[in-house]
């Protein structure tokens, strides 16, 4: 069972919608506003955001663009009335999807089970371990590349990359003023709308090394 954010100003399709992500097995909060959205995403770590364009004085591009920042690995999709190429190419800049008219359109419950399973297959490697945020800057080398830790936990990492660079399976990761190389599988990787930067998530491979007691022994030591 997943938790999906419901957003939209119209309570009128919000139930309506509610009802039809209900019927899907799902939990569902539905808020009618930019504020209570903003306000859920940060208390209840919801598996979904499906937001609409028209949210009063906000729209759903900024709940995106909130989420993006913040809970990187959160899928995203805007619905809208009608077809607007010019906020379906901002939704996608966003890494979100964009489905028009939701309760006629079949696309939408097929692109929800989509998004849900990408989470679910991102997400259940990496929450095994609890993550620790790097208050300042951690250099590494990801195989030839120059690239920046985000975050980190016994068992993943975030990488931020200057580049979009097309990954391997397995890639290794050294931090060049310990040595310290460990090797990792990419999990999840999109761009930063605030940025422009590259963000990837881990998976580490290296369980039961040595590699990875000096990798837990350099988690525990890192600001």
Same mark, same amino acid.
């Given at each position: 069972?997943f938790?999906?954010?419901?957003?939209?100003?119209?309570?009128?399709?919000?139930?309506?919608t509610e009802?039809?992500l209900?019927?899907?097995?799902?939990?569902?909060?539905a808020?009618?506003?930019?504020?209570?959205?903003?306000?859920h995403?940060?208390t209840?770590?919801?598996?979904?955001?499906?937001a609409?364009?028209?949210l009063d004085?906000f729209? /759903? &591009?900024?709940?995106?663009?909130?989420a993006?920042?913040?809970?990187?690995n959160?899928p995203?999709?805007?619905t809208?009335?009608?077809?607007?190429?010019?906020?379906?190419?901002?939704?996608?800049r966003?890494?979100?999807a964009?489905?028009?008219s939701p309760?006629?359109?079949?696309?939408?419950l097929?692109?929800?089970r989509a998004?849900?399973?990408r989470?679910r297959?991102?997400?259940?490697?990496i929450?095994?371990?609890p993550r620790?945020q790097v208050? /300042?800057?951690v250099?590494a080398?990801?195989e030839?590349s120059?690239?920046?830790?985000?975050d980190?936990s016994?068992g993943g990492?975030? &990488?931020?990359l200057?580049?979009?660079?097309?990954?391997?399976?397995?890639?290794?990761?050294t931090?060049?003023? *310990? /040595?310290? *190389?460990?090797?990792?599988?990419?999990?999840?990787?999109?761009r930063?709308?605030?940025t422009?930067?590259?963000w990837? /998530?881990?998976?580490l491979?290296d369980t039961? *090394?040595?590699a990875m007691?000096?990798?837990?022994d350099?988690?525990?030591? *890192?600001?």
């Open positions: 069972m938790l999906i954010l419901l957003v939209d100003a119209d309570r009128a399709l919000l139930k309506r009802a039809l209900s019927a899907e097995g799902h939990l569902v909060i808020v009618s506003s930019f504020p209570e959205a903003k306000a995403l940060y209840v770590s919801p598996d979904l955001l499906v609409d364009v028209r004085a729209n /759903g &591009l900024h709940l995106a663009a909130r993006r920042l913040d809970y990187p959160l995203v999709i805007i809208h009335a009608w077809a607007d190429p010019v906020l379906e190419r901002e939704a996608q966003q890494g979100a964009f489905v028009v309760l006629e359109n079949p696309d939408f097929i692109n929800v998004a849900l399973e989470h297959l991102a997400q259940a490697p929450r095994r371990w620790k208050s /300042g800057v250099e080398q990801l030839a120059h690239v920046r830790i985000c980190m016994y990492l975030k &990488l931020a200057d580049e979009d660079l097309e990954l391997p399976s397995v890639f290794d990761v931090v060049p003023n *310990t /040595g310290l *190389t460990v090797h990792a599988r990419p999990v999840w990787m999109f930063s709308p605030a422009d930067e590259f990837c /998530g881990a998976e491979v039961g *090394t040595t007691t000096e990798w837990r350099f988690v525990d030591a *890192t600001q």
